[in-house]
């Protein structure tokens, strides 16, 4: 039944990995001047996920949370929004399902379309909770960034997972109708089955980006969408830190609006937190910029925050939200925190061990050395089943 009450994301949680590798690191191996790293593309370091994490690992403990604050009795669907699949059939999702104890009257499904997918997740997961308002769905974005070695994208790496619980009457974020919505048949970044490393051709999914930035704008502008001016803050997709900032000034610059710098660093400064020090974690990003920028904000109460994700490929989307009273007691900003910091540092060759790690691709059974302190573990592979543990 169609119902008036506000839908929107209820809670948000993310999970990051076990290892972290600073770029400093990277540049001392690769003799890059670390103002490329620090200042060019706005990274510090990033995820590195150890043997025994994936995209379910990382999905469920991000989950683990949202299932312990709010139970599972509402939870008829989970969204699994990925573009670093494990497999060509199963959803991860259930997996996921699996490893939290989620009741089986519920639907599992996997999106995907690059970095787009939660964002899809999202505004499918808006549409079955308007249709019964007593249901909640869980979207998990889990993504893990990689690029062959030596790449230019390398730097760009990481990999996280953001759980949020989609509900009516929503204590964090009011999700707004209209959205701008677009879509283009573009070859800049793409992963072919037969590789387990991203193809990107780099200046080409910046022009790709900044021109879904027109075309959600344009789009989201003619469906009757807020003035530029209403917004208090702006959560782009950031493969690197830098390309939010030069998404925003395209906007600005698009919009014939004054580009200067303080205005562009209020607009965006509180969203590059975490997304900085973890590196690019695709579907995950965008949302991951949102728990940066409600953790660090001064009050937001009713201010509009505004969303473009951004999947290569390539489709985006720009949207609204609306900061909802009382928000601050529901944020998991010191878990947030402990996420980021209790990441172990690796050095340049522990890095590339982990970066080479992988199941053999003839079938054969594999035990995987057990490295996380996680929750949960990808133990193993045998008879081409993926084995996962809780810890
Ligand atoms: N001090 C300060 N800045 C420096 C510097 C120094 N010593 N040396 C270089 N820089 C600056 C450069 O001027 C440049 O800045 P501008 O872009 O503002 O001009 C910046 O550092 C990067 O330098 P290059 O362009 O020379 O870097 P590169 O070509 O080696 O790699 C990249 C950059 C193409 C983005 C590469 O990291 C890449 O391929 N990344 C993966 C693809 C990607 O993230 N694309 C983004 C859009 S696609 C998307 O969003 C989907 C997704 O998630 C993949």
């Known amino acids: 039944m169609a119902t008036e009450s506000p839908i929107g994301i209820h809670d948000l949680s993310f999970?990051?990995?076990?290892?972290?590798?600073?770029?400093?690191?990277?540049?001392?191996?690769?003799?890059?001047?670390?103002?490329?790293?620090?200042?060019?593309i706005g990274q510090r370091s990033m995820s590195v996920p150890a043997a025994d994490e994936d995209i379910v690992t990382l999905g469920a403990a991000a989950a683990a949370p949202i299932v312990a604050r709010h139970g599972s009795d509402r939870i008829r669907t989970v969204v699994f929004a990925t573009e670093s699949s494990i497999d060509q059939a199963k959803s991860?999702?259930?997996?996921?399902?699996?490893?939290?104890?989620?009741?089986?009257?519920?639907?599992?499904?996997?999106?995907?379309?690059?970095?787009?997918?939660?964002?899809?997740?999202?505004?499918?997961?808006?549409?079955?909770?308007?249709?019964?308002p007593s249901q909640q769905v869980l979207v998990v974005a889990s993504d893990v960034s990689k690029y062959a070695l030596d790449s230019p994208g390398e730097a760009t790496q990481g990999a996280a997972a953001v759980a949020m619980l989609v509900a009516a009457d929503p204590a964090l974020v009011r999700i707004e109708d209209p959205s701008g919505v677009f879509t283009a048949d573009v070859m800049?970044?793409?992963?072919?089955?037969?590789l387990s490393t991203a193809l990107v051709d780099g200046q080409e999914s910046i022009s790709a980006y900044l021109q879904a930035v027109e075309g959600t704008w344009k789009d989201y502008s003619e469906q009757g969408g807020r003035p530029l001016e209403d917004f208090a803050a702006f959560c782009y997709h950031q493969p690197f830190t830098k390309m939010a900032?030069?998404?925003?000034?395209?906007?600005?610059?698009?919009?014939?609006?004054?580009?200067?710098?303080?205005?562009?660093?209020?607009?965006?400064?509180?969203t590059t937190a975490y997304n900085a020090v973890i590196g690019n974690s695709y579907t995950?990003?965008?949302?991951?910029?949102?728990?940066?920028?409600?953790?660090?904000?001064?009050d937001l109460t009713e201010r509009a925050v505004g969303f473009l994700s951004y999947g290569s490929g390539s489709v985006a989307e720009f949207f609204a939200g609306t900061?909802?009273?009382g928000y601050k007691e529901h944020l998991r900003t010191d878990a947030n925190r402990e996420a980021i910091d209790r990441r172990k540092p690796v050095d340049y060759a522990g890095y590339r061990e982990?970066?080479?790690?992988?199941?053999?691709?003839?079938?054969?059974?594999?035990?995987?050395?057990?490295?996380?302190?996680?929750?949960?573990?990808?133990?193993?592979?045998?008879?081409?089943?993926?084995?996962?543990?809780?810890?």
């Open 15 to 40: 999970a990051t990995t076990e290892f972290v590798l600073s770029h400093e690191e990277l540049a001392a191996y690769n003799g890059t001047e670390i103002g490329k790293y620090h200042v060019g």
């Open 188 to 194: 800049d970044f793409w992963r072919p089955n037969y």
């Open 92 to 132: 991860a999702g259930v997996y996921v399902h699996s490893l939290l104890g989620l009741p089986s009257a519920c639907r599992v499904v996997e999106l995907k379309q690059a970095c787009y997918g939660a964002t899809a997740a999202l505004q499918f997961a808006i549409g079955l909770v308007r249709r019964d």
């Open 284 to 298: 995950a990003s965008v949302y991951l910029g949102l728990a940066a920028l409600l953790d660090q904000a001064e």
């Open 323 to 325: 900061v909802v009273p």
């Open 354 to 391: 982990l970066h080479e790690h992988s199941f053999p691709t003839d079938g054969s059974d594999q035990a995987n050395p057990a490295q996380t302190s996680g929750p949960f573990r990808l133990a193993g592979i045998s008879d081409h089943k993926r084995l996962y543990e809780t810890r």
């Open 245 to 270: 900032y030069k998404a925003h000034r395209h906007l600005l610059n698009y919009c014939g609006r004054d580009t200067d710098k303080d205005v562009i660093e209020s607009d965006l400064g509180r």
